[in-house]
C-alpha cells in the first residue's frame, strides 16, 4: 500500500503530459538581460528619443525608417523597420508607465506584420523594460509578454536579441557622441 500524496509511474507521466499541454497554450514570456557599458541617463536616453531610437534600433540590417513616440503615459510609439528585402514593417502600441530613468512598460500590436513572430498574429502584447544602475554601466531587463505561442515567442527572441547587439554596437561607437 502506497502512502497519500505518493504518485506512480503512471501518475507522473500523466501529470507531465497535463502541465505540457497546459504550457502550450499559455502566452510566453520572454526576458532578456543585458549590461551595457553607458550611464542609466543614456541609455534611457537611447530608448525614448525617437532621432537616437532610430539610428540604432531593430534587428541587425534593418533601418528605421520613421520613429514617432510621445513619452508619456498613454502615450503613443510608431517604428518603421526596414528589412534588408522586403516590406517595411511597422511596431506600434501606446505607453503604459513612464518612470525615467528606471522603467519603461508599453503595449506592442501584433498586427500581421510581415516578420518572424508578428506573421498572422493579431493580438496586443506588453514590453517592461527595467532599467537598472550599475555604478557608470547600465543593466537592462526586458520582459516581452502575452506572446501567443511559440513561433511568436521564437521571433521576438530573435528579433530583441539581435536589437541588443545593435544598441551594443551604438553604445560602444555613437553614445557619446551625442549631445
Known amino acids: 500500500m502506497r502512502s497519500i500524496g505518493t504518485l506512480t509511474r503512471h501518475q507522473k507521466r500523466k501529470e507531465r503530459k497535463v502541465a505540457s499541454a497546459a504550457s502550450a497554450d499559455a502566452q510566453a514570456i520572454l526576458t532578456l538581460r543585458r549590461v551595457f557599458n553607458a550611464p542609466i541617463e543614456r541609455v534611457f536616453e537611447a530608448w525614448t528619443k525617437a532621432d537616437v531610437l532610430a539610428s540604432w534600433f531593430g534587428p541587425v540590417g534593418f533601418t528605421v525608417s520613421m520613429a514617432n513616440i510621445d513619452l508619456r503615459t498613454g502615450g503613443e510609439y510608431l517604428i518603421v523597420l526596414q528589412p534588408p528585402k ?86 560602444s561607437t555613437k553614445l557619446s557622441l551625442l549631445s
Open 86 to 171: 522586403g516590406e517595411a514593417i511597422k511596431h506600434f502600441g501606446e505607453y503604459v508607465e513612464v518612470t525615467p530613468p528606471d522603467r519603461l512598460v508599453f503595449t506592442w500590436l501584433l498586427e500581421n506584420q510581415a516578420c518572424r513572430g508578428s506573421r498572422n498574429q493579431c493580438t496586443e502584447t506588453l514590453v517592461s523594460i527595467d532599467f537598472k544602475r550599475l555604478n557608470l554601466s547600465t543593466e537592462i531587463r526586458l520582459t516581452h509578454e502575452r506572446l501567443p505561442g511559440k513561433e511568436a515567442y521564437d521571433g521576438h527572441e530573435f528579433g530583441w536579441s539581435s536589437t541588443f547587439d545593435c544598441f551594443e554596437e551604438f553604445v
